[in-house]
């Protein structure tokens, strides 16, 4: 049982590069998530899917979009990477009508 | 607006020297609070649900209380591997989903 896993661990990109962040989980959760988190503004929520087929935007959706492509995997892609997306990436989950979420390890991005 | 507000930022403590950290938050109608602990380089690790003022949960050397307006959670001789990040969340006043609303954590470091 790995729970939430991500995929990669580390990147770097040029500016306006493009690239997908993969999330997968195996615990059967309905809802899912992407966060970004940065020094001294926490843990900001980015998009999230309530269900399989069903995404909303978050606190700081701009510049990204999300896929939810099945129950088990929720991928987070930047179009045209810029140097303020610089950040560390969470992928969490949660059942369906819980706020207990459980998190993934993390991607670490640097956009130069 | 929703606000969830942690002190102090940094907290650093001996080895069984006790203290607590706090949370405060401004949502109507609470439907929980949550409390995660960080390790760098990490994802954020679930630790306890406190629903109801009054509440109290107890893991190892932890234990978080609740209030109507604030949360504490309190260290009791604490060791270095209590050496962390301590996160705290709610969900959001605008129900409708899971998502939660976090604050900015504060970083524990305990000195052996």
């Known amino acids: 049982n790995a729970g939430v896993t991500q995929t990669p661990k580390f990147q770097v990109l040029k500016t306006g590069q493009s690239m997908t962040l993969q999330c997968a989980q195996d615990m059967n959760h309905n809802s899912m998530y992407w966060y970004r988190q940065d020094p001294g503004m926490g843990l900001r929520l980015i998009y999230y899917?309530?269900?399989?087929?069903?995404?909303d935007k978050g606190e700081v959706p701009n510049g990204y979009n999300v896929s939810r492509l099945n129950k088990r995997e929720f991928s987070l892609r930047l179009e045209s990477a810029a140097p303020s997306q610089t950040s560390v990436y969470f992928c969490?989950?949660?059942?369906?009508?819980?706020?207990?979420?459980?998190f993934g390890p993390g991607t670490r991005l640097t956009v130069t | 607006e929703d606000q969830v507000t942690q002190s102090p930022e940094a907290l650093r403590l001996q080895e069984g020297e006790s203290s607590s950290l706090n949370c405060s938050y401004t949502v109507s109608g609470l439907r929980g609070l949550f409390w995660y602990r960080q390790d760098p380089g990490k994802g954020p690790e679930f630790l306890f649900t406190l629903y109801s003022a009054g509440e109290e949960k107890e893991k190892e050397r932890l234990k978080a209380t609740l209030t109507k307006k604030e949360s504490f959670l309190h260290i009791t001789a604490p060791k270095p591997e209590d050496s962390a990040t301590y996160l705290c969340?709610?969900?959001?006043?605008?129900?409708?989903?899971?998502?939660?609303?976090f604050g900015k954590g504060t970083k524990l470091t305990v000195n052996p």
């Open positions: 969490a989950s949660s059942e369906f009508l819980t706020y207990e979420q459980y």
């Open positions: 899917s309530a269900s399989e087929g069903t995404t």
């Open positions: 969340a709610v969900p959001p006043t605008q129900g409708g989903s899971e998502k939660l609303v």
